[in-house]
């Protein structure tokens, strides 16, 4: 059975075609997410409001599923994704700064796009902060880029580190989902970080 | 996106039942093909087909092994797109012209192990028992000798960093190092070597 073109997907008009639809997919939803608005967002590192955690978390189920079972039907070739290599202690880096750019700013740089199209100007400000840092990192790439590729795993994933089948993790993360979809619906119910609390 | 307290909206439901109905069966089911590091090396058996790594193979071209024939079993048009030096292309069809003489090594490459081995078996099922198998077929050419990932390389490997590299290089191919790059890049595809 043909599978997904993943290949022509990158490439050419196709492949800018894809990126168009796919990415202004993914910035349409997340509007209709109510994830363009910072408020919302920080709302998630105060425990207030768990948008982020679930829309992201749905998205993780929804691609994991997608993957398995379309692979399964033959329609998609998983030796054609490419998975992102693991360099630990710079990726644990980059994380910490990220978070900490995105509890400051209220926006991380899909959302603060978002952000931008409905208007808003913490987007627009957001936005340029991104592009200052860009440059900033362009420029000084040559003294990071040592420590940028040590700690290298290669292309780790969650079943080959803990040696366990792909369902089994699968069945684990939807479950892990579930659980705390519903642990964060309780949270939020109970007003224990709310504003008028605090 | 607050939760009513009547009740979780219908969709939540539906799709809590779905997520489940669909990751349930999962879990029992083996794992996709191409999730592993090269899924079409999984569970093949190797015993009785005599086969070479991708840098061995290499290894020979470089030092221009006599009597070295290699067969590259693809498609005319994947040959064509890119081949290993010295190959000829040999359709499933063709092979049952191929007539070794003796000293002859004969490797054959396909675009992974099974369609190499496939065709080595044909060979053998004529009295042609000399075969070998390229390990990984084209995937672990490209992707062991061409573009090797000289940051993630282990064991013996890791102290042949050097090696590699100019191995990539005269083929045509680009170590990735994980160091900086300068200048146009442009020389992705020319060959050092042969």
Redesign the interface.
Known sequence: MASFPLNAAGEGIVGALCAFLAGSAFGFFLER??LGNATKLSGQFYLRDF?VF?VMF?AI?TAM?G???F??LGLL?????YVN?T?LLPQLVAGAIFGIGFVTGGLCPGTSCVAIATGSLDGLSLLAGIMAGIFIFAET??RF?GF??ST????V?I??VLGL????V??A???I??AAFIGA?RL??SGRFSRERR | ???P?AGRPRIQIV??FA??A???????????????????EAGIDWSGVENVEARGLARWIMDRKPDLLIVDARSAADYEAYHIPRAINVSAADSATIRLDEGVTMVICGSDSRSAIALCKALERRGESRAIVLRGGMRAWIDDVLFP?L??LTGADAGNKEAISRMSLYFGGTPKT???RRGSGGGRYIREGC
């Open positions: 997410g109510g948008t679930r749905t189920v599923l993957l398995f079972w692979s399964k070739d998983l030796s054609a994704l290599p360099y790439f040559e880029y940028l590729y290298a795993l290669g292309n994933t079943p080959k089948p792909h369902g089994l699968l069945l993360v939807t479950l989902a579930i619906g939020e119910r | 996106m607050a939760v307290a799709l809590l997520a489940l669909l990751s349930i069966p999962a879990a029992f089911m083996a794992d996709p093909a191409g999730s592993g590091p090269d899924p079409t990932n940051t993630v994980g160091e900086l």
